[in-house]
């Protein structure tokens, strides 16, 4: 029996997120779920695929990842399951697992299109709880992928921005704000750390935020602290509070790290 | 082992929930307990008994259904214990149970008397954790309703706006606003689609909000599109935004649908 | 295999506590994890401290209880593995375990050190996944104590305010203040119901409050109803609405409750 792990936009006020476990144990009694997160902003795909490609890897092998944000319900855009070598996900082909599957060596990619497994009668406005939470049930039970729908061999790609390398200098822009207010860029912050003979300063807006700390409390009460965060990525951080709200800074915004003028350690 | 499932408003800040779940280990230690909601807002018995009301019916057979929104906690309001045909409902006897329990067929309804079944002490301010949770717990592993407490025969009920039907048009209002900002009627959907050769005009508050349509992005971005939603009843949503901010709809507020003038598809 | 309970300020927007999940099921596939709260103030180690020791006891013995308030991490503050004689505490030493070490008896206190336990790589900003996580799930699998790192004697404690006792009086101020906005104060309410033969009166800011209620129907609706919480301690909540809201309470406010002049009952 594998774990299915949930990913939505559906928030934890109403009934949806509770109905979705309702179906995946009335189909797999003894399943695992567990929550990645409910609180992506309704409709934000994007946003979606960083928390899901954040989480999965630290997952068990065979985990059935189900992610569900998902505006165009109803519409007729198509409804994917997806093997890897590790793992299982499942949601809608609009993106929203684009990101992880872009790490992933995928095995093959189906279409749900074999209503035996959904819910019925099906809803319009509610696949979660009518297509994808009952076929990530069966997954659970071991249903084998081929029987849920066609082969297909694409899936629809979101387009990440790319940070731009210059000689001395990396710029890329904050694509994630989270619950504490930090920012996180699209700028590997492993290869700042591995090139530790170099003073990076990190800079946004004009304005220069220092140089990459080793943790928040480096740094005065609320001042910034660029680190290299949990995902790997270059973040900014304030100690003590959120960088969003004290330094104004939101998802698209420019974010650059240079060399400082002769400044090797 | 039964599922056992909550609906609160506790919120998720505070630790009433996880308490709950303590207790309930405690007695039945291999319990599954899945969360339906706890951010009803406060006090708000109708839209707990609404969330549950939704949801209860996807879960397992003999899932115990344990529902706690209850400002009148410690007053000597009864409490009571339900059993089903199909499952068993645990509660303050406020109305929170009473539209779930509407759609069942009630084999008995008991008074939570016995006390050998609740934490002590007992609080005055928190029976979800000193009565709620245990003898849902206690349910769960088998011991038999009947034990709890004397039989009776009624439980309080909420009064539900009932839609009113004209010649060609149904007068309702909204009673849930859910977290996408969709505004659910009384209006039952299902019988607008069944009625399909007609086209049905949606109008709140004299303005009108267009047909029914089969999904969110059948309408231009951020207009207004009214559905027959998960619940079955007819929704005033918004494709891409929240149709309650947009619109200005609350609870409470009347909905029209109406044949279309001379519209017969 | 024992239940595992978090308390963090991680707030579920995010993947941060799905990620936790992930890595306890990696290493103990059949672990029980509850969730205490992720709703903990942002870096607020005495809420943090406040919630864990209200909850803690109402759960299985054996129980390892998971709290990260952590703003100080990748600092080099110690992290802390503590056995008493009915439950395990994982977390950084900052305090966030104190409230409830305080009330058990210690068996056994060991700085985590022992990298054999972390997840790898190690990050510098998410401690809960790579060292309190997969320590957890170690423990729940029976791994010893011991083999965490270095025994110590001592651990981080917050200093909590103490009511001062008067002559027919006791001054305290509110220390937490919950969901619905009842206002928690760190007065035994205990003790002011076992002297019940005496009406106390409660103040705020000189305004008074009225007397000890048994619970918050016994007042009209949106008047303050003094009540015996369901931690035992002394709560100023409302009927019907928001202590905190109504009456502008916040934390660190003093409370004095007295003896009614002449009121003997």
């Keep these: 029996m594998n774990i299915i792990s949930l990913t939505t936009d559906f928030g934890v006020a109403d009934w949806f997120v509770g109905t979705m476990k ?18 992506i902003a309704s409709g934000d795909i994007r946003a979606g695929a960083f928390a899901l490609a954040a989480a999965y890897r630290y997952f068990p092998r065979n985990t059935i990842h189900v992610a569900v944000v998902d505006p165009g319900v109803g519409s007729g855009r198509p409804a994917i399951a997806v093997k890897t070598a590790d793992y299982f996900f499942v949601g809608p082909d609009n993106g929203i697992l684009s990101l992880a599957l872009s790490r992933e060596k995928i095995k093959t990619i189906r279409h749900l299109e074999n209503d035996s497994f959904f819910n019925r009668p099906l809803s319009h406005t509610f696949h979660g709880r009518d297509i994808f939470a009952p076929v990530a049930a069966h997954l659970s039970r071991g249903v084998s992928i081929q029987k849920l729908g066609p082969r297909v061999n694409e899936y629809v790609r979101l387009n ?5 390398r210059g000689p001395g200098k990396i710029t890329g822009e904050i694509i994630y704000i989270d619950h504490f207010g930090n920012a996180i860029t699209n700028i590997d912050g492993q ?18 935020f220092g140089t990459l700390q080793n943790h928040y409390e480096a740094v005065p009460l609320h001042s910034p602290a660029a ?25 698209g915004d420019s974010v650059t790290v240079r060399v400082r003028d002769g400044a090797k350690l």
């Excluded at 990525?233 to 003590?240: C, S, T, V, W």
């Design 227 to 251: 680190v290299v965060g949990s995902t790997g990525l270059l973040e900014i951080a304030a100690n003590g509070g959120s960088a969003a709200a004290l330094f104004g800074l939101k998802i």
């Design 160 to 164: 990440w921005p790319v940070p731009k």
């Design 22 to 39: 309702g179906v995946i144990l009335r189909i797999a009694s003894r399943a695992t779920i567990v929550d990645i997160s409910h609180g």
């Design 191 to 208: 290869s700042l750390v591995t090139e530790s003979r170099t003073v990076w300063d990190v800079l946004t807006r004009r304005k220069c």
